[in-house]
Every structure is written in structure tokens, then in C-alpha cells.
């Protein structure tokens, strides 16, 4: 398996702009995350997903925030519209939660908002 | 406010010796404990685990302890070796199918020649 696929790998973009994040899990992971890194907070959990269905999104910080689960396949995090604040490192990790505990991360999507 | 704890932002250690991790945690119902390793430009990658039912897990060069009495836990790697340089997430679950993992913000660890 080629593990958590996550795109693009950078991203710059102006402030108020719309912004999408993309995640592939690993097949038949039935869990799938989105957290983001930054210095002062270190890795939050913005929401999470079971068999596509979000479950918790209490992290997500503002209404710009929002994402998607269409497939088991494929998720989406978009900001519209993008703050300076918003540049980190946003993760997507997948699980089989049945299976085992601990997740399988992607290698991160770097986001700067000028 | 931060259900998991890593107190110190970094740790410098020598190549040979033992480096010591430290983690705390404030809610009682967390039963699972990860710690996670990350290189620069990379994702965590899962390291070690221990349930709350153990005190101890050891896994090769890493050792995770866990005293649930103080909500605290440590990871030991003896010895240390340069490819440990890193950054140590430790984590947490209240377990259940409400598997979200709750992590500190890490210790980035030196190993030094």
C-alpha cells in the first residue's frame, strides 16, 4: 500500500483565497483525521470521519473551515476564505479502529497564507 | 486547554546515553498511550504503545512507562543512537469506537556525537 496520500505537498496562497487539501487513506481504513501542526499548539485534531460520516468536528476553528468525506477513498479540507493565521501543516491520518489503535499519517500538506 | 502535556520543548543527550521523555495527562479517561516520532517533512510515524492496564511496555531499544496514580508517563530509549533526532508526540485515547487520539505538542529530541 502506498500509505496516506496527501496533496498537494505545498501550498502558497494570498489571503482570501479559497484553499483545498486532499486526502487518500490507506484502503480499508475505515477511520480518517485531519489535524494541523503548529508551533504553538502542536498537533490538533480539527475533525474526524467513521465510514465517512464525520463524527467530531469540534476542532475546527472558524465557519471558513470545512470538510468533506464523499468516498472511502477521498477527503477534503477547505478554507475559503485563507488567513495569515492559517498557514501550518495540515495532516490527514487514517486507522482501522476495529483492528488496532494508532493511525498512519500522511506526510503533510505545508499551507502559507501571504 | 491541553489534555496532554509535554513540558519540555527539547532535549539534548548524548550518543550511548539513555534520553527520558516525559508526558503528563489530565483526563482520567484516557486508557491508551502512543507516542509517535517525527522526522522534519514527514508525518508521525507510530512508535510505542501502552494500555492502562500495564506499567510498562518495552519494544527494543524503547521503553514506555505509565504511572496512572500521577497521569504521567515517560519514554526511555537506551542507548541513543543519532537517528533518534526527532520530534516525540506523546498521545492519548479515551478508547472505544471514540478513537480520536488527543497528542502533546513534542520534544524535539538532540541526540549529540
Known amino acids: 500500500d502506498a500509505g496516506v496520500i496527501q496533496s498537494p505537498r505545498h501550498e502558497v496562497t494570498e489571503m482570501g483565497q479559497e484553499v483545498t487539501l486532499r486526502c487518500k487513506p490507506i484502503s480499508g481504513h475505515n477511520s480518517l483525521f485531519w489535524y494541523r501542526q503548529t508551533m504553538m499548539r502542536g498537533l490538533e485534531l480539527l475533525i474526524y470521519?467513521?465510514?465517512?460520516?464525520?463524527?467530531?468536528d469540534s476542532g475546527m476553528p472558524e465557519d471558513r473551515f470545512s470538510a468533506k468525506m464523499p468516498n472511502a477513498s477521498f477527503s477534503t479540507l477547505k478554507i475559503q476564505p485563507s488567513e495569515p493565521r492559517d498557514s501550518a501543516v495540515y495532516f490527514c491520518a487514517s486507522s482501522d479502529w476495529a483492528a488496532n489503535y494508532g493511525y498512519t499519517f500522511g506526510s503533510g500538506t505545508r499551507l502559507t497564507v501571504v | 486547554d491541553q489534555q496532554v502535556k509535554q513540558n519540555s520543548p527539547s532535549l539534548s543527550v548524548q550518543e550511548g546515553r539513555i534520553s527520558i521523555l516525559n508526558c503528563d495527562y489530565t483526563?482520567?479517561?484516557?486508557?491508551?498511550f502512543l507516542w509517535y516520532k517525527k522526522y522534519p517533512a514527514e508525518g508521525p510515524t507510530f512508535l510505542i504503545s501502552i494500555s492502562s492496564i500495564k506499567d510498562k511496555n518495552e519494544d527494543g531499544r524503547f521503553t514506555v512507562f505509565l504511572n496512572k496514580s500521577a497521569k504521567h508517563l515517560s519514554l526511555h530509549i537506551v542507548p541513543s543512537q543519532p537517528g533518534d533526532s526527532a520530534v516525540y508526540f506523546c498521545?492519548?485515547?479515551?478508547?472505544?469506537?471514540?478513537?480520536?487520539?488527543?497528542f502533546g505538542k513534542g520534544t524535539r529530541l538532540h541526540i549529540l556525537p
Open positions: 498521545a492519548a485515547s479515551a478508547g472505544g469506537r471514540d478513537d480520536k487520539i488527543i
Open positions: 483526563n482520567s479517561m484516557f486508557d491508551y
Open positions: 470521519f467513521n465510514n465517512n460520516v464525520p463524527i467530531d
